[in-house]
């Protein structure tokens, strides 16, 4: 199974860098939602982040030649992304604030842009996972996790009673943990309920 994903994983590189688009697409759909992620979280502006995103698998279709390694294009987008942040910021905010902001930031392996990628990382994977779960049980993990709405709220919205709403909670939190592990779940349930974006 292990061999099966790694040999896709190359045909689809083999693909992109041949300048097949199924190999583009292969690799739009696999990151896409992470680096989108990483652009807002830098920005803080959902539209301008999804602007310096298409920019960056632009670019990457651009050059699909030079990048042979699905790490090569992993890191292309990341700092792609990172750079374009950087000037929409450097426009937009004071030197002081951006120097504040962004301290370190010519590094990628810098703390602050690690930190948002491997957060952009785990989401994605999180969402992922979301198609495992069953309508309801999504629609009240995003309501309670995502959305910040409390029990009688989304029992509201949902039209369901509050124990209905934590019966669906449970069952979503035990099919994310069979999926990705307890540390994961809890570590995206804290962020999105203390300030996530």
């Known amino acids: 199974m292990q061999q099966q994903s790694h040999d896709n994983i190359h045909l689809q590189v083999q ?8 190999g583009f697409n292969y690799f739009f759909d696999l990151h896409y939602p992470a680096v989108c992620h990483f652009a807002t979280s830098l920005l803080k502006d959902q539209v301008a982040a999804e602007e310096i995103t298409d920019d960056a698998f632009i670019k990457l279709w651009q050059r699909h ?7 090569a294009i992993k890191a292309f987008l990341y700092r792609t992304v990172r750079n374009a942040a950087i000037d929409v910021l450097r426009r937009t905010k004071t030197q002081a604030s ?40 999504r629609e009240v993990f995003t309501r309670l996790y995502i959305e910040g709405k409390t029990f009688e709220e989304t029992a509201e919205d949902l039209k369901l009673s509050i124990n209905n709403v934590r019966n669906h909670k449970m069952r979503a939190l035990t099919l994310l943990r069979g999926q990705l592990g307890n540390l994961v779940v809890l570590l995206v349930c804290t962020y999105f309920l203390y300030g996530g974006t």
């Not at 693909?15 to 199924?22: C, L, R, V, Y």
Request: hydrophobic share 40%.
């Open 15 to 22: 693909a992109f860098q041949s300048g097949d688009i199924t």
């Open 98 to 137: 951006l120097q504040k902001e962004f301290q370190n930031s010519a590094d990628t392996t810098a703390p602050f842009i690690l930190q948002h990628i491997i957060r952009a990382e785990t989401l994605a994977q999180v969402y992922s996972a979301f198609d495992i779960l069953p309508v309801r049980c």
């Open 65 to 71: 030649h030079l990048y042979n390694t699905p790490g």
